[in-house]
T-cell receptor, first 111, second 114 residues
Framework: GQQVMQIPQYQHVQEGEDFTTYCNSS?????IQWYKQRPGGHPVFLIQ?????EVKKQKRLTFQFGEAKKNSSLHITATQTTDVGTYFC???????????FGTGTKLQVIP | DTGVSQDPRHKITKRGQNVTFRCDPI?????LYWYRQTLGQGPEFLTY????????KSRLLSDRFSAERPKGSFSTLEIQRTEQGDSAMYLC????????????FGPGTRLTVT
């Protein structure tokens, strides 16, 4: 079955430093979504990428979908303490409605 | 639009008992998902509804789990003969009637089986 791996599993950064998490799939993806889950909270939708090589920006967050549609990345510029949480990628493949979530990257920001 | 709601928020039950959870999606969202999440892991897909039809069900889901969405609005997830391994957060999400797959999650029901 489809597997979606994320690296790193954990990341501690000093406030103001940049952060990147990577999502890799064993199969070609139809689309990919990114979610943020704060400690004790539920996943919150951030963005969806559909096209090969697509890049989208949300303020300090930059999302990228790989050319082969098998990988994606989320980059945060100048992290803030409000960025703390676990970032998950999630993907559909082959038109199926089953959504596979990645293993997540837990971000800690040291003030 | 009050978001996705789930009830109860917490459930403690003894092993062997049956439990039922309810999810009310965002109104007019025709897609509804159930997930299970354990500590430190990502949400694990359980099942998917489009309107009242259950279109996908995880092979990981044993026969003790059943879900319904009788009128295409709210949904219920029932676990029969609970086991300690069923202890987890059960999340419901809904998705709008568009080509997008974005999902809006509820606060979850935390199940503890003693």
């Amino acid at each position: 079955g489809q597997q979606v791996m994320q690296i790193p599993q954990y990341q501690h950064v000093q406030e103001g430093e940049d952060f990147t998490t990577y999502c890799n799939s064993s199969t070609t993806l139809s689309n990919i979504q990114w979610y943020k889950q704060r400690p004790g909270g539920h996943p919150v939708f951030l963005i969806q990428l559909v096209k090969s090589g697509e890049v989208k920006k949300q303020k300090r967050l930059t999302f990228q979908f790989g050319e082969a549609k098998k990988n994606s990345s989320l980059h945060i510029t100048a992290t803030q303490t409000t960025d703390v949480g676990t970032y998950f990628c999630a993907a559909n493949s082959g038109g199926y409605q089953k959504v596979t979530f990645g293993t997540g990257t837990k971000l800690q920001v040291i003030p | 639009d009050t978001g996705v709601s789930q009830d109860p928020r917490h459930k403690i039950t003894k092993r062997g008992q049956n439990v039922t959870f309810r999810c009310d999606p965002i109104s007019e969202h025709n897609r509804l998902y159930w997930y299970r999440q354990t500590l430190g892991q990502g949400p694990e897909f359980l099942t998917y509804f489009q309107n009242e039809a259950q279109l996908e069900k995880s092979r990981l889901l044993s026969d003790r789990f059943s879900a319904e969405r009788p009128k295409g609005s709210f949904s219920t997830l029932e676990i029969q003969r609970t086991e300690q391994g069923d202890s987890a957060m059960y999340l419901c999400a809904s998705s709008p009637r568009t080509v997008s797959y974005e999902q809006y999650f509820g606060p979850g029901t935390r199940l503890t089986v003693t």
